[in-house]
């Protein structure tokens, strides 16, 4: 299976085609349009929906759920059925959101907790439920006290979860919150309203890791060389440097120019040194300059977070890129203390992170968490 091409989103008996090629919506209509033979109610709105890859769609809305078939859009016979006793061991009898993660799982959603489902096996996975903010590293506990309202994953490494005007994005591979959210909605996805009631698509794939590359095990075979030069050379720890490729690049997906460590230009740089890139920052003011910003949303930290076009570095090679973002550390007073934990490289990490390398507080998390995907890895 390939990446999604388009999603669903539904509010107040309405359903909107989301196609991510075009960042736009692309068709609207009414769920009862949509769907034929619903149950009564289900026209007005339902809680969410999810395809196992089956070639069905199950549809949920309060104590009950129904079957669709993709292909036809009809109701199943014997629907709507009562999602208690038919899930086995699913922990809840009412639905907020669910996603089919790709990889024989669905998670299912209801106030701040979710379970994990298995698709083969037709049943709720031991040790759940969980507290969302427990599961999903960085997701604050305070934005999902209430639940989430939808959730989707792309099958392109991204998952969104929406809540109230607002929706944070997930790392498929290490089930954390990307830096810079949550945003909000009506800012960031065109044709959708402040809010969203549903959410749902085809059954996702497992997403590749990078360009080129299908694991993480590939990623670190590919630029390990790059990363221990450094270390030779400079001292640079080969996982911290391996780890921020991979965040900062998406794993090699999100390279452009060849600056595989979101390093900084100046707009007095050569010009042929430079360019101009779509960014998010997290900043304590909200009145920063940059070449162009195109959203201030302020974050319940009380910091903001902007999206924003700034100047970045280009390189005529990933080698390049490497040897300069290790360069970049040595001879940065402001990393010195990393250098004191050589031979640590989480002690390092930390004390790059303590030092300002990014904007996003939990920076030092997010990092840590790639160098144990790393090195899990080999």
């Known amino acids: 299976m390939a990446p999604l091409t388009i999603s669903c989103f539904s509010w107040a008996g309405e359903a909107a085609v989301f196609d991510w090629t075009a960042n736009a919506v692309t068709a609207r209509q009414p769920l009862a349009a949509l769907w034929h033979g619903l149950p009564a109610g289900f026209e007005a709105g339902v809680d969410t929906a999810v395809d196992l890859g089956t070639g069905k769609l199950y549809v949920f809305r309060g104590p009950d759920y129904a079957r669709i078939p993709t292909d036809t859009g ?50 709720q996975d031991p040790g759940y439920p969980k507290d969302i903010a427990a599961g999903w590293r960085g997701v604050d506990p ?6 989430v309202d939808a959730a989707v994953n792309t099958g392109t490494g991204r998952a969104y979860l929406f809540q109230g005007e607002e929706y944070v994005a997930l790392d498929w591979h290490t089930k954390s919150q990307l830096p810079g959210y949550p945003l909000r909605i009506a800012d960031q996805w065109p044709g959708l309203p402040g809010r969203v009631e549903a959410a749902w698509s085809h059954a996702p794939a497992v997403p590749a890791v990078g360009r080129g590359t299908v694991t993480a095990a590939d990623f670190h075979r590919r630029y390990r060389p790059f990363a221990e030069a450094g270390e030779a050379q400079l ?75 700034d100047w970045f570095r280009t390189y005529s090679s990933p080698q390049e890129s490497f040897t300069h973002h290790a360069r970049f550390l040595r001879d940065n007073p402001r990393y010195r203390a990393a250098f004191d934990h050589t031979g640590d490289p989480y002690a390092f990490a930390r004390e790059v992170a303590a030092a300002g390398y990014a904007t996003d507080p939990r920076y030092a998390d997010v990092l840590t968490a790639r160098m144990r995907q790393i090195e899990a890895s080999r």
């Open 74 to 123: 009809h109701m199943d016979e014997g629907y709507p059925r009562p999602i208690a006793g038919m899930w086995p061991g699913l922990a809840f009898d009412t639905l907020d959101a669910a996603m089919n993660w790709g990889d024989g799982k669905v998670y299912f959603f209801r106030g701040p907790r979710y379970c994990r489902y298995d698709i083969a096996a037709d049943r």
């Open 142 to 147: 305070a934005w999902s006290a209430d639940g």
């Open 235 to 309: 001292g640079v720890p080969v996982l911290v440097t391996l780890a921020q490729a991979a965040l900062e690049s998406d794993w090699g997906r999100s390279a452009p120019g060849n600056n595989f460590f979101g390093v900084k230009a100046k707009a007095t740089d050569p010009e042929e040194t430079r360019q101009l890139l779509r960014t998010r920052e997290v900043l304590r003011r909200p009145d920063a300059v940059f070449p162009e910003v195109i959203s201030v949303t302020p974050r319940p930290d009380g910091r903001y977070g902007y999206v924003v076009r």
